[in-house]
């Protein structure tokens, strides 16, 4: 079946610094990636995607390249801020038509001023 | 445009129990999924309804149930509660063929006692 591994937190970071949070998949076919983002108090919201190989989704200076023969996503910012803590979680689906989305088990993302 | 809103925000339940919680998706989608989100973990896909019809289940058992009315909102029914339910709810409206980008609600955070 279709899994989702991601880098385990918490992170801490200062800001300003570079920011790297990997993920890696298991699929069969041709599946989509993604990066959702939940801020303290809010819905889990999309942050990025990218539906075939070597595609990059960028979204509020994050990006991530669909690397195929990796089978990675893995998301980086070069210089984050503190309103960038929040939990992120990689996903991905497989089905058209019937939206499931696997995900990873969340990397908790905190900014030090 | 009206986003996805879940009710109630917060419930207490004791094992045994069953319980309803309602979604209301985004204005002009078609399709609602629910998702269970244990502390610490990414959601699971719970299932999928288009059309009023389920189309497409998660590995969960059949005392989860769902309807989707003719207006999209949605409920989800868990009956036979057990202490392992305790989780945040997560209702997320698309379009078919939206090519995996939902847009989730803030949850129904349910604690079974």
């Known amino acids: 079946g279709n899994s989702v591994t991601q880098m385990e937190g918490p992170v801490t970071l200062s800001e300003e610094a570079f920011l790297t949070i990997n993920c890696t998949y298991t699929?069969?076919?041709?599946?989509?990636l993604f990066w959702y983002v939940q801020y303290p108090g809010e819905g889990l919201q999309l942050l990025l995607k990218?539906?075939?190989?070597?595609d990059k989704g960028s979204n509020k200076g994050f990006e991530a390249t669909y690397r195929k023969e990796t089978t990675s996503f893995h998301l980086e910012k070069g210089s984050v801020q503190v309103s960038d803590s929040a939990v992120y979680f990689c996903?991905?689906?497989?089905?058209?038509?019937?939206?499931?989305?696997?995900f990873g088990t969340g990397t908790r993302l905190t900014i030090i001023p | 445009e009206t986003g996805v809103t879940q009710s109630p925000t917060h419930l207490i339940k004791t094992r045994g129990q069953q319980v309803t919680l309602r979604c209301s998706s985004q204005?002009?989608?078609?399709?609602v999924s629910w998702y269970q989100q244990a502390l610490g973990q990414g959601p699971q896909f719970i299932f999928q309804?288009?059309?009023?019809?389920?189309?497409g289940r998660g590995n969960f058992p059949p005392r989860f149930s769902g309807l989707q009315f003719p207006n999209y909102s949605s409920e989800l029914n868990v009956n036979a509660l057990e202490l392992d339910d305790s989780a945040l709810y997560l209702c997320?409206?698309?379009?078919?063929?939206?090519?995996?980008?939902?847009?989730f609600g803030e949850g129904s955070r349910l604690t079974v006692l």
């Open positions: 997320a409206s698309s379009l078919v063929g939206g090519a995996g980008e939902l847009f």
């Open positions: 699929a069969t076919g041709y599946p989509s």
């Open positions: 990218a539906t075939k190989a070597d």
């Open positions: 996903a991905l689906t497989a089905n058209f038509g019937n939206e499931k989305l696997t």
């Open positions: 204005s002009g989608h078609n399709t």
């Open positions: 309804y288009y059309r009023e019809e389920e189309n």
